[in-house]
T-cell receptor
Framework: TQLLEQSPQFLSIQEGENLTVYCNSS?????LQWYRQEPGEGPVLLVT?????EVKKLKRLTFQFGDARKDSSLHITAAQPGDTGLYLC????????FGPGTSLSVIP | DADVTQTPRNRITKTGKRIMLECSQT?????MYWYRQDPGLGLQLIYY???????NKGEISDGYSVSRQAQAKFSLSLESAIPNQTALYFC?????????????FGPGTRLTVL
């Protein structure tokens, strides 16, 4: 069974701080995605990473795929209240598998 | 208009009742999914369908059934609801050619079983 772990489970920070959340697995994935889910809505894709060692940037968000394609990180620079939400990583094996998520709260 | 719609958005029911959740999509995708979300557990796959004639069980299919009425419609049924099926349910679609099998989610149905 392929499992994805995410850490931390909860994170509460002040506006302007930097943060990193992690996604780890014992399995190698074909690709890995990060989604953000806001209260009352379904998850929305932020990024897909495919190549080991790949780094992608989306404004203040930086995503990295581990060299062995078993782990990933999401770094947010100068967090804003609009970044508040549940961040889910999802790995593609024979089908998509979701991690449990990191719940981020950015306090103004 | 939303690409993936779910009805109802909220439902309260009693133990033993039969419940149907419906999902429609206008994205033209062949693949459709039903997920359950519980706090701290992420999204667990209940059933998925890669085309109208293809239905597959996911991780937690016990107590659930599905019907793929058309390419655009995929419904989830709870034949006899029980309280531990109280959860947030999401429908999703994906296109076979998209990198990473990107999932496009509906807004969710909050189900409470008393």
């Amino acid at each position: 069974t392929q499992l994805l772990e995410q850490s931390p489970q909860f994170l509460s920070i002040q506006e302007g701080e930097n943060l990193t959340v992690y996604c780890n697995s014992s399995s190698v994935f074909s690709s890995l995605q990060w989604y953000r889910q806001e209260p009352g809505e379904g998850p929305v894709l932020l990024v897909t990473v495919v190549t080991g060692g790949e780094v992608k940037k989306l404004k203040r968000l930086t995503f990295q795929f581990g060299d062995a394609r078993k782990d990933s990180s999401l770094h947010i620079t100068a967090a804003q209240p609009g970044d508040t939400g549940l961040y889910l990583c999802a790995g593609l094996y024979d089908k998509v598998i979701f991690g449990p998520g990191t719940s981020l709260s950015v306090i103004p | 208009d939303a690409d993936v719609t779910q009805t109802p958005r909220n439902r309260i029911t009693k133990t033993g009742k039969r419940i149907m959740l419906e999902c429609s999509q206008t994205k033209g995708h062949d693949r459709m999914y039903w997920y359950r979300q519980d706090p701290g557990l992420g999204l667990q796959l209940i059933y998925y369908s890669f085309d109208v004639k293809d239905i597959n069980k996911g991780e937690i299919s016990d107590g659930y059934s599905v019907s793929r009425q058309a390419q655009a419609k995929f419904s989830l049924s709870l034949e006899s609801a029980i309280p531990n099926q109280t959860a947030l349910y999401f429908c999703a679609t994906s296109g076979a050619q998209e990198v990473g099998d990107t999932q496009y989610f509906g807004p969710g149905t909050r189900l409470t079983v008393l």
